[in-house]
Structure formats: structure tokens, C-alpha cells
């Protein structure tokens, strides 16, 4: 695995924002995404690692370890059946389509998600760092099922308030940091406002259609796969003309260094090593 030393976190980005329309991840027959990493957005994707954009149609990764951050499962609405989801902690249940997992594997845990016989998971997966100080807890986690997620209005247009707070209403919280997720469907001809803290950083990705996003400092038009993240941004904005869906992630960042390797993220290489061989030796839990 490769081992990425990300300094940039550790400061103030100089740019107001980036841009990436991602890479694509093929895995077997069943597992397609574009992935999204934090060093192609120059620190501004901060607090989040990475984002996978995925489709999957039949088992994939089996069972896996994570530690020193958070893997978080958005399940998208037009998902068909079942994903299941088992993990060390002793959770086994089926995520129904919106529904919301998050797994704070802290000091280390172990995962694994894969479809149901004959479901299709249009999901994104997403590491989420962990301050520091918070890299060593007990592992935790928590569900949030489709039917208890908020739902905010616009110009005909609506977001599933999934983590975080806006507009008066309030969705699931985040452990360890603020964390707002938004996911939006503009219909034709559609606008929707976010207003949010302009210190915390955004990180948008269009799933489908073409919209157009304006903060603060900017503006940018956003077709299938774009990715943008910003910082300095208020009122955050989202038009279509013909409809379009997008999410929006807005977080406060942690501007820490940390060494990433896989599934892992340590504040230096030494506790990576260690955790590394907590899990070769079997200390991270078990699932079966």
C-alpha cells in the first residue's frame, strides 16, 4: 500500500478552492467508482480523506480493517435493496436505500459491507479524519435509517439533511468534529441555498445532471464525476436548469498532518506501524 505524508493539512491552504473530476476504480465485476482523494484538492478537502463515488452489484472487499479515522456509508435513494453491514463492534443490519453508517474505528476495528443477493448500492464511501486526540478512542458507530433524515425545501428543490444542522432543522451529529452533509435534487429549474460557518471547509461532487454552484468567492458549473472544494464561503448556492443531483459536505478542518496507508491514518508512521501490527496479530477484533 502506498503511505502519503500530507504536510499541507498541517497549515492554511493558500488557494480558495480546487477542483478534480476524480479516478476511476474498477474492482472485479461487481464494483465500479470514481474516486476522490484528499491531495488532489491542495488541503481544501480537509477534514475529509477520500471519497468513493461507487455502484456495486455483488460482494467485493470482504473483511477488512480500518483505524485511525472514521468510514462513513451514504446510501443513495435510488439504490436497490439491501447492503449488509457487519463490523466488529457486534452491528449486523441491512442499510436500506438514504439510509446513513458511520464507523469511528478510532484505534482500530473491523468492516464489511457487501450487497444483498440481486441489490445494486449506489452509495459513496468516505474516510473522514479524526483530530489527533481522538485517533486512540474505543471504536464506536451509528445508523441513521432514510425514514429519521430531515428534508429542507427551496426553489423547487430539496436536500436530505443527513449530518448536521441548517435551517433550524437538525440531522444525525458527527462525532469529534462538525460535519454537514447535504443531499440535494434540484428539479428543472431549481435553486437551493446553504448558509454555513465561511471558516469550514465545502467539498461538492455532482452524481447527475448539469448545475451550477456559487459561493462567496466563486462560481463553477458542475456536470457528472466534478468535484470542487472551497473555503471562505458563507452562502453556498446550487441552480439547474434541466435538474441535477449533488452533495455537499461542509466541516470544519482539523489542519494536522497524518500518514495515510489504505484503510489506515495515523498521525505519524510509527503508529501506523503499530497499528498495522495490532491487526496482523489479531487484536483489532474479529467479525465471525
Known amino acids: ?9 498541517a497549515g492554511v491552504p493558500c488557494e480558495t478552492h480546487a477542483q478534480s473530476e476524480g479516478h476511476p476504480l474498477t474492482v472485479g465485476d461487481g464494483f465500479q467508482a470514481q474516486s ?24 467485493t472487499f ?18 436497490e435493496g439491501a447492503f449488509h453491514n457487519r ?27 457487501a450487497t444483498r443477493p440481486g441489490a445494486r448500492t449506489h452509495a459513496l464511501q468516505v474516510f473522514v479524519n479524526l483530530p489527533q486526540g481522538n485517533r486512540h478512542d474505543a471504536p464506536a458507530a451509528f445508523h441513521v ?20 444542522e441548517a435551517d433550524g432543522a437538525a440531522g444525525a451529529i458527527a462525532p469529534d468534529i462538525p460535519l454537514t ?17 465561511k471558516d ?15 459561493w462567496n468567492a466563486g462560481s463553477a458549473d458542475l456536470h457528472p464525476g466534478k468535484a470542487i472544494a472551497c473555503t471562505d464561503a458563507t452562502d453556498i448556492s446550487f441552480s439547474s436548469e434541466d435538474g441535477a443531483h449533488v452533495v455537499l459536505f461542509r466541516g ?28 496482523r496479530a489479531g487484536r483489532l477484533g474479529s467479525i465471525d
Not at 500500500?1 to 493539512?9: G, S
Not at 469550514?200 to 456559487?214: D, E, F, N, P, Y
Not at 478542518?253 to 495490532?278: S, W, Y
Open 1 to 9: 500500500m502506498t503511505t502519503q505524508h500530507i504536510d499541507k493539512l
Open 36 to 59: 476522490y482523494k484528499h491531495a488532489d484538492f491542495r488541503g481544501l478537502m480537509d477534514p475529509l480523506i477520500m471519497v468513493d463515488h461507487f455502484v456495486m452489484t455483488q460482494p
Open 62 to 79: 470482504g473483511t477488512h480493517a480500518h483505524a485511525g479515522l472514521s468510514a462513513v456509508t451514504v446510501m443513495f435513494e435510488d439504490s
Open 87 to 113: 463490523d466488529s463492534l457486534g452491528d449486523d443490519l441491512d442499510l436500506a436505500p438514504g439510509d446513513l453508517y458511520w464507523f469511528k474505528a478510532a484505534r482500530g476495528a473491523i468492516h464489511n459491507e
Open 145 to 164: 435509517a432514510a425514514e429519521d433524515v430531515p428534508k429542507l425545501t427551496g426553489d423547487h428543490a430539496t436536500a436530505r439533511l443527513v449530518l448536521g
Open 181 to 197: 452533509l447535504l443531499d440535494i435534487d434540484l428539479q428543472a429549474g431549481g435553486q437551493f441555498t446553504h448558509t454555513g460557518n
Open 200 to 214: 469550514h471547509h465545502a467539498w461538492i461532487l455532482a452524481i447527475k445532471g448539469t448545475a451550477r454552484v456559487t
Open 252 to 279: 470544519q478542518p482539523l489542519r494536522q498532518a497524518f500518514v495515510q496507508r489504505g484503510p489506515f491514518a495515523m498521525g505519524n508512521a510509527a503508529e501506523l506501524d503499530a497499528v498495522e501490527a495490532a491487526y
